[in-house]
């Protein structure tokens, strides 16, 4: 434990990269990808405003950056990191690959969540002359609430990880901490204590998300 606490305060700065990693990667996907989802729901075939050829393109483009394994897609968008950001390593160039990927992610499980409510609210809420702006903010967003919150859960809990993946390629992050004093250095106490930090760190995100979606849930 003394090597541990030796390293405390690299230990502390590599925690706050990923804690900045997530917290800008995921508001932004719930931020871009909920009106993505959205989107989706409202024009698909069958939708409240179908627009099949469309959404097949737009569906497309949402599988195949979401199907990306993310270490390819961290390598293949170098070029459009280093122009977004200046710069391929560390957080900030970290935050772009997670963020793309986490936008279609997320748009999708939105897309799920509002269609697994169901016809036969939005069939009323039209019978009775609703927008489609109302239907979307009154009806579809209200009653998809705590699947959205899971939704996010699962989001930030998968992330997590992903950022953990980062470090591989000098991103920065509690990952690239393990990666260097407990794969390079071979210094597995180190390594271990990384790995406890990451399961509290998932426990603590998935035990709030779980606590806040049952608090917003009518039917509970």
Known sequence: MERVVELLPELTEAMLQTFAMIGVAIPLAVLLGTP?????????????????????????????IRSFPFLILLIAIIPFTRLLVGTTVGTAAAIVPLTINAIPYFARLVEQNITQLGTGAVEASRAMGATR????????????????IGSITITTVSFISYSAMVGLVGGGGIGDFAIRYGYYRYETDVMLVAIVLMVLLVTLVQWSGTRVARLTDKRV
């Open 133 to 148: 702006g109302q239907i979307i903010r009154n009806v579809l967003l209200v009653d998809a609430k705590p699947a959205i």
């Open 36 to 64: 993505v989802g959205i989107w989706l729901f409202i024009h698909a075939p069958g939708g409240i405003a179908p627009l099949p050829k469309t959404h097949a393109v737009v569906s497309g483009i949402v599988n195949t």
